[in-house]
T-cell receptor, first 114, second 112 residues
Framework: ETGVTQSPTHLIKTRGQQVTLRCSSQ?????VSWYQQALGQGPQFIFQ???????GRGNFPPRFSGLQFPNYSSELNVNALELDDSALYLC?????????????FGPGTRLLVL | GESVGLHLPTLSVQEGDNSIINCAYS??????FIWYKQESGKGPQFIID?????DKRQGQRVTVLLNKTVKHLSLQIAATQPGDSAVYFC???????????FGKGTHLIIQP
C-alpha cells in the first residue's frame, strides 16, 4: 500500500449535481495530482497541486476545480456533473512538484453519474 | 493525442513463463518512464521506472528495457505468477507539471 487514501470509495450522483472527493497524501509528500480514469482506459491528468496552488492542468473544463490544504491533503470538486464524468478518480502524491518524480496512487473513488 | 501507446491490449501467458509487455512512445525528448500495475478495483501501483540515461533497470522479478533509437520500452516479468494478473500501463511525464501521460494498458492474463 502507498499510504495515499481517498474518500469516499464509491459515490452516486445525478446529472447537474456537484461532488467533492478527498485525498490524503503519503507522509512526507507535498504534491498531489488528480486523474480521471474511464472504464478500459488509462488515467487522464486533471491537475496538480503543490504548496496549496494549482501547478499544472490537463485538458479539463473549469468545472473541475481543486484545493490543497496546509497538511497537503487535497479535494477535487466537480460542478454541474455530466454523465461522461462517470469514472474512477485517482489521486497520486509525490515528493515534489512537476511530473518527473514518481507518483504514488491511492485506491480511487468510483463516481457514477445518473 | 497520446504519446505513449501499447502494442497489444491483452497478453496471455502460462504460469511460470516470462512475460514481456511492450510500449512505444513518440516524444524523443522524454527522459523518464514508469511502469504501473493496476489490479481490478485498485489504483495503479508503481512497479519500476527508468531514466533516459539508462538502457536497462532491474527490480525484483521485473526488468525494464529502454531503446531510445526506436522509442520503445518493455517490461519483462520473470516466472509469471497468478498475482501478476493485472493491467499494466507505461507512463511518461507530460512535461513540467503536466502530470503523467498513460497509454491504454495491456491486460496480462495468467493461465494455470
Amino acid at each position: 500500500e502507498t499510504g495515499v487514501t481517498q474518500s469516499p470509495t464509491h459515490l452516486i450522483k445525478t446529472r447537474g449535481q456537484q461532488v467533492t472527493l478527498r485525498c490524503s497524501s503519503q507522509s512526507g509528500h507535498n504534491t498531489v495530482s488528480w486523474y480521471q480514469q474511464a472504464l478500459g482506459q488509462g488515467p487522464q491528468f486533471i491537475f496538480q497541486y503543490y504548496r496549496e496552488e494549482e501547478n499544472g492542468r490537463g485538458n479539463f473544463p473549469p468545472r473541475f476545480s481543486g484545493l490543497q490544504f496546509p497538511n497537503y491533503s487535497s479535494e477535487l470538486n466537480v460542478n454541474a456533473l455530466e454523465l461522461d464524468d462517470s469514472a474512477l478518480y485517482l489521486c497520486a502524491s509525490s515528493l515534489v512538484g512537476g511530473s518527473g518524480e514518481t507518483q504514488y496512487f491511492g485506491p480511487g473513488t468510483r463516481l457514477l453519474v445518473l | 493525442g497520446e504519446s505513449v501507446g501499447l502494442h497489444l491490449p491483452t497478453l496471455s501467458v502460462q504460469e511460470g513463463d516470462n512475460s514481456i509487455i511492450n510500449c512505444a512512445y513518440s516524444n524523443s525528448a522524454s527522459d523518464y518512464f514508469i511502469w504501473y500495475k493496476q489490479e481490478s478495483g485498485k489504483g495503479p501501483q508503481f512497479i519500476i521506472d527508468i531514466r533516459s540515461n539508462m538502457d536497462k533497470r532491474q527490480g525484483q522479478r521485473v526488468t525494464v528495457l529502454l531503446n531510445k533509437t526506436v522509442k520503445h520500452l518493455s517490461l519483462q516479468i520473470a516466472a509469471t505468477q497468478p498475482g501478476d494478473s493485472a493491467v499494466y500501463f507505461c507512463a511518461e511525464p507530460g512535461g513540467g507539471a503536466d502530470g503523467l501521460t498513460f497509454g491504454k494498458g495491456t491486460h496480462l492474463i495468467i493461465q494455470p
